[in-house]
Structure formats: structure tokens, C-alpha cells
């Protein structure tokens, strides 16, 4: 947004806005929530409601949950019409100082806005929910090992940014650089909203660092994004359907670490779904954890099912084998969203972490349909 915008591009702004206020207000339903939020406070003064401890803890979640939205929704709708009354008795006033400090507050506006539809788009059952990360580099040896890593490092840095913890769970370094596969766990608020965007295949051409003749290359990497899930979630897996192979781990680690057999990995016959773990010195810890990192692939994989089914849904824009963003470096630079249609020029801060904006593009491009 330019600072030196004129009334027509101003009001149109604010009609934009107040549209956009609507239509989240149609489905927030700010009545609704206020009704809801009286039941609640009704049933708590019910001197048994504090008897059933987990009852009274779901109704607590739920009362914030709403809370918090209602509040946003109302910020948000008052400050378009509150920006709204101020331009039209400047304007009749023809108070030029008032007009311009409206238009240097623009910005902030749409923002504010971007950011109610936002935690609206993250209020999905799973969205609040850890995610857990697996980056496998494609076919094409060093130069798609290194692509992993540079989107390893991508996300890191996007963690750190934002303030989600990462805990990784496996690391295999590759031959000549990079890394041949890596797992984490990004723990914070809405980790699994945002991280469920960078679900599929990420493109990378660029000149070849590891090519002498410095000729133009494409790697793939695939990403692949699941919710931590909490133990209220049953899913079953039967041993038939598993294999189980214990390695030894390798990386860094010290000596102890190569020494036993106590990487896990565990591959699911029906699915084809592969997960390893070298995190731990404990074999037994290793399994626990690729049992658990298995059981969210395969939550994840009937949520898709699910949104396959959902006609809103280009098939092309669901699951882990679909070509999701391209980052070109050479001979021009940019980087291009397929799902959102965007595409962003400062390759160099993307790489490093800042793809806020980009994830936001993608999930309001995706409700919009």
C-alpha cells in the first residue's frame, strides 16, 4: 500500500474492507458466539459444572477460543468504521491533515484485516495442533540434497521468526552436501495452520554450484506436513501391516550413537508410508516416536482423502506429490506460489526464513474459493 494514495483509491479501499469485514462476519457470526458464550457462562455457575474436571477444561478451551475471535472480529469491524466516519467528515470538512494521516494508516488497516481472516482460516480442529516436518530430497543426488537443506534452513529460520520451538526427530546428512532426509516437530500456536501450506513439491532452478560449467538446474524436494496428534485420537495400526527395521544411526552423535542398533525405521505395507528416527540413543524411544510420526501420516492422509472429496479442491492442490511453489534464482528471480497465482521477487529474504506472507497468500486464496 503507497502512502500517496488519492480519496477515489482510499475509499475504495475502505469498501474493499468493509466487504471483506462482511463477509468474515457471515461466517464468524458474532451473534451466535455471544449467545454461545452466554450458555457457557450459564452452565458455570451450575455449582456440579466443576465436578467433571474434563468436561469443565473442553468448555474452558471453547469459551476462549470464541472469545478471542468475537474480540478480533469487533477490533477489526470497528476500526473499518471508525476510518470510515473519520474520511467522510474530513472530507466534508476538507481537513487535508486528518485525510493524509488516514491515508498513512492504510496500511495498518488492511493489515489488521489480512490478519482477522487469517486466525478465522486457523480455527480448524487441527490448525492449533504441532506439526511434524519431513523434507526428502528427489531424484538428482547432491543437487537436490543440497535444495533440502536450503528449505531446511527456510524453515528454521521461519520458526525463529515466528517463536515455534523445532525439535528434530531424524537427520541423515548427505554424501557431498546437504541432506538426504530430515524430521521435525515444530511446536507453538497454529504450527500445523501454517506449516500445512508447504505440504508438496517445491521446484528450485537455478546455476549449479556443484557444476563446473555452471549449467542451469532443476531439483525437487517434497515436503510432507501432518499434525501432532494429541491421545484423544485413535488411530489403530495393526502389527501385520508394519515392518520394523533397526539400523544403526548415523550422523552426528558421538561415538555411542554408532555403536548400537538404535535407529528405527518403520515402513507401513498398506501405504508405503516410510518413517524414520535416530533422535534418541534408545531404541525402544526411537520406535515410540516413528510409531508416532507414522499414526499422524496416516491421520493426514485421510484428511486428504476427505478434501479430495470436498469439490472446492483442485486435485492438483492436494496431497504430497503435487508441485506446490517454484523458487527460481537464475536467469531471473522469483519465487511463485501455483496454488495462490503470486509471485514474489525478494528471493534472498524468502530463502531466509520470510515466507509469512507467502503461507497467509496461499491459505486466503484457498477459503476464497
Known sequence: MEKNLDSYEYNELLKKLQTKVENIGSIVKPEEIKARLKEIEATEQDPDFWQDIARAGALNKEKTKISNM???FNDANQAVSDAKEL??????????ETINSLFEDAKKLDEKIVNLEISMLLSGEDDGKNAIVSIHPGAGGTESNDWASMLYRMYLRFCEREGFKVETLDFQEGEEAGLKDVSFIVKGENAYGYFKAENGIHRLVRTSPFDSAGRRHT???SVMVSP???????INIEEKDIRVDVFRASGAGGQHINKTESAVRITHIPTGIVVNCQNDRSQHKNKETAMKVLKSRLYELELMKQREKDENAPKSEIGWGHQIRSYVLFPYQQVKDNRSGEAY???????DGDIKSIIEGVL???ANR
Open 219 to 221: 531439483s525437487f524436494s
Open 228 to 234: 501432532e496428534l494429541n491421545d484423544d485420537i485413535e
Open 364 to 366: 486466503i486464496s484457498q
Open 70 to 72: 468475537l474480540a478480533k
Open 345 to 351: 521477487s525478494q528471493t534472498d529474504a524468502i530463502l
Open 87 to 96: 474520511f467522510e467528515l474530513a472530507n466534508s470538512e476538507n481537513d487535508e
